[in-house]
């Protein structure tokens, strides 16, 4: 994976290559080619995202996602690169015009989550997670995505001949994180050269929201995303007998303690007015038998920031209480904090935010485009968006006349995507997508002299 280098967020811009802008308009006109592709496009992408969804799989384990997709990009005349990070798939497409580069990215993987939508094509798939059996869901839209950049495809080959530049097709295994011990995502599709060959001008990426309805688009210029790291801890207390807790070391309790103490790191100990901070326990296991003290207790968690010093900060809180927590109870802690490179801040471009918001209002029509507020959620698109200028914005996925704040949110078992999402995603791309790529390059500086 990329290491997460400092990124405070006066200093974001130096995240990726700066982006030379053309002179653009302050609104774009929506695209004749677009809706009638759209419209074509609208049953099939519908399909592929049910047949998906029906068919979830974990991160680092997308295998019938990934043949569906490369089978899909072949029957489109493309050559897929398969098997990059384990399950990914790549295509370029040459236009018959010159004009720049433009990556477009889908994440593919679902999560170990039990579906409770009652939906037709609802998953009745489980797996196996963290040694745990689990069914398994797309509760965070990765269906969507998926669905969106197959008819995406499929849109702009039909447009080949009129199209300006190359596009590179990039459907992403493990966005959720890869299982323990193994590497993926991003990460790891930097890492085995998805942009070896093809150096991008721009990366383009779309999440399906909950807290914004169907007809709804959003995006933030600059930080958007936070920057997330996960967390181990490994309480190791003594064993004994559930009779006899004086005999042992109670790591259970000692755990509670930990849990209940580290709470107040953000609520009392850090300047939350400066920027947000969230630390969250995910997971505890530990004993097996009513009667029996055992000899440890795994705690496992996340942490979300958006500055590298504040980050730095919330680390050392934690390993200090929970040390501390475990001495007074005569315990000890093995501590991963973090447990692994984490994500880094998610960084939309700013001047290629403001060159394609127009863009993306065109394709929201009447409908305002949302000035989105910070998202304590993570991406891994923040991996590419360090390499090139990105662009990285979401689209409603709660129906239109429901209150989204009250809608299932995404990882929630009760998750769904009101499927006009998918035809304005699919519009939204399009556009933004043809917009830059048409795009009259920036004059040449006149020469010295």
């Known amino acids: 994976m990329i290491r997460f280098a400092s990124i405070l967020l006066g200093a974001c811009c130096a995240a990726s290559p700066a982006l030379v802008v053309a002179q653009t308009p302050d609104a774009a006109t929506?695209?004749?080619?677009?809706?009638?592709?759209?419209?074509?496009?609208?049953?099939?992408?519908?399909?592929?995202?049910?047949?998906?969804?029906?068919?979830?799989?974990?991160?680092?384990?997308?295998?019938?996602?990934?043949?569906?997709?490369?089978?899909?990009?072949?029957?489109?005349?493309?050559?897929?690169?398969?098997?990059?990070?384990?399950?990914?798939?790549?295509?370029?497409?040459?236009?018959?015009?010159?004009?720049?580069?433009l990556a477009l990215r889908a994440d593919m993987d679902a999560l170990p989550v039990t579906e409770a939508t009652g939906l037709p094509f609802a998953s009745t798939v489980t797996d196996t997670y963290r040694g745990q059996t689990t069914g398994v869901m797309h509760a965070c839209g990765h269906d969507a995505h998926t669905a969106i950049l197959m008819g995406v495809a499929e849109a702009l080959v039909g447009m080949r001949e009129q199209l300006a530049g190359e596009i590179l097709f990039v459907f992403q295994p493990a966005e959720e994180g890869a299982p323990e011990g193994e590497d993926g995502g991003a990460g790891l599709m930097l890492k085995e050269g998805v942009f070896a060959d093809f150096t991008p001008d721009a990366i383009f990426g779309l999440h399906v929201f909950s807290t914004l309805n169907a007809n709804q688009i959003g995006v933030r210029a600059g930080p958007t995303m936070a920057a997330s790291d996960r967390f181990g801890l490994t309480v190791i207390g003594r064993q004994t007998h559930g009779s006899r807790p004086w005999g042992g070391v109670d790591p259970i309790v000692t755990a509670a303690q930990i849990v209940s103490q580290a709470q107040t790191i953000v609520s009392r100990q850090m300047d939350i007015s400066q920027q947000p901070v969230v630390l969250t326990f995910g997971a505890i296991n530990g004993g097996i038998r009513y009667n029996i003290i055992p000899d440890s207790v795994d705690l496992v968690g996340t942490i979300r920031t958006f500055d590298e010093d504040m980050r730095a900060d919330v680390f050392r809180r934690l390993t200090h209480v929970a040390e501390h927590v475990a001495a007074a109870n005569g315990a000890r802690i093995e501590a991963q904090i973090p447990a692994e490179d984490g994500n880094p801040v998610t960084f939309n471009d700013e001047a290629l935010t403001a060159r394609m918001r127009p863009s993306l209002q065109a394709a929201a029509g009447d409908v305002p485009v949302v000035d989105m507020p910070l998202i304590m959620g993570a991406e891994d698109f923040s991996l590419y968006a360090r390499e090139v200028p990105g662009l990285f914005f979401f689209v409603g996925a709660t129906p239109v006349g429901q209150d989204p704040a009250a809608a299932p949110s995404n990882h929630s078992p009760q998750f769904d995507v009101d499927e006009a999402a998918l035809d304005l995603g699919l519009r939204a791309m399009l556009q933004a997508s043809l917009d830059f790529l048409d795009a009259e390059p920036p004059a040449p500086a006149p020469s010295a002299g």
Do not use: C, F, M, Y
Request: aromatic residues 2%; proline residues 8%; charged residues 25%.
């Open 30 to 101: 929506p695209r004749p080619d677009v809706a009638t592709a759209a419209a074509a496009l609208q049953a099939r992408v519908v399909d592929w995202r049910r047949d998906i969804h029906q068919h979830p799989e974990l991160s680092n384990r997308e295998t019938r996602t990934a043949a569906l997709v490369a089978e899909h990009l072949r029957g489109l005349g493309l050559e897929p690169r398969t098997g990059i990070a384990h399950h990914g798939v790549t295509a370029v497409l040459k236009g018959g015009r010159p004009g720049p580069r």
